[in-house]
């Protein structure tokens, strides 16, 4: 069992009662413990994934009332439908939070030794599969919501081995900021978090783990704040969350 020592920034106590936020991905290593955090102060949370079972142990493992679990894939053809049902059962939603990631099949792999079909189901799903969850869940925010994207820093930085994965990242960051500028004046909040080296179960299972690293119990801090409207960043887009002493800033690292 991991141990958390929060430090001062994410000693906060929002309340989130009354709210439903949605978590895309919430069934995986980060979306656990922004779930969990989400949980704690007082929201209704649906959690998806795609695989049934990963996403029933993660249920079994979190055990709370308030969390309902959904199997969603962001690149299903019927997408839209499984939005206004989930829309229709569980919202309208205060949150959508993004937090979709695939390595693909066949790991790290140069780029110039991938082949077509490589290619393309990384972008499918690290890329395009976040342009159609935001296409089709922006209409299932409640008036003032939130729509965060959860990312890494490779969206900035190179990524050997593992290309596509920064393209996608790359590529999800430019499409939240100019989908924040389209959605302006609407009262819709749309928010990009890239985040560092976070301290996931499944690393803590392959025996990786650093206290230093952030925790994604403290990524649902400031997502809790977020959609509160309490935190400091409210009004920025972009942020970084790379040090878990200062907490999120909108400065960027220098790299
Ligand atoms: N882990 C880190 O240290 C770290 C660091 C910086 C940033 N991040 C960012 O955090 C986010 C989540 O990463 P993670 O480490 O939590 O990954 P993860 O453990 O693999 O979880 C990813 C989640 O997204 C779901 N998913 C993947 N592709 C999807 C698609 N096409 N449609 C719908 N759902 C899909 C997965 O479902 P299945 O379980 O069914 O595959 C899973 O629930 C990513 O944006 C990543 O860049 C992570």
């Known amino acids: 069992m991991k141990t958390i020592t929060h430090p001062a920034w994410a000693q906060s106590a929002t309340d989130l009662s009354g709210r439903t936020i949605l978590v895309i991905g919430g069934g995986g290593g980060v979306g656990e413990g922004v779930v969990r955090t989400l949980l704690k102060r007082g929201a209704a949370v649906v959690a998806t994934g795609r695989d049934e079972l990963r996403l029933r142990d993660f249920a079994d493992r979190v055990g ?4 309902h679990v959904a199997p969603l894939d962001g690149l299903a053809a019927d997408l839209t439908e ?19 990631a695939s390595w693909g099949s066949h790991g790290s ?8 079909g490589e290619w393309s189901d990384l ?3 690290n890329l395009t599969a976040v342009f159609r ?25 190179p990524f050997p081995g593992n290309g596509v ?13 100019t989908l924040a500028a389209e959605l302006d004046g609407t009262g819709l909040r749309v928010y990009e978090v890239i985040l560092g080296v976070v301290r996931t179960r ?12 952030i925790d994604g119990t403290e990524i649902g801090v400031h997502i809790a704040e977020l959609v509160s409207g309490d935190s400091p ?3 920025e887009v972009l942020h970084y969350f790379i040090d878990k002493a200062t907490g999120p800033v909108a400065t960027p690292p220098r790299f």
């Open 64 to 67: 709370h009332s308030s969390l």
């Open 82 to 100: 499984r939005a206004d049902l989930l829309a229709a059962e569980f919202g309208p939603f205060d949150g959508v939070v993004v937090s979709i």
């Open 109 to 116: 792999k140069p780029l110039l030794a991938l082949s077509d």
């Open 123 to 125: 972008v499918e799903d």
């Open 133 to 157: 969850v935001y296409r089709a869940f922006t209409p299932t925010l409640a008036p003032g919501g939130v729509l965060l994207q959860l990312n890494g820093l490779s969206a900035d930085l």
């Open 165 to 177: 994965v920064a393209l996608g990242a790359a590529a999800g960051k430019s499409l939240t900021r």
């Open 202 to 213: 499944a690393r803590q299972l392959a025996g990786v783990d650093n206290p230093l690293w």
């Open 233 to 235: 960043l409210t009004g």
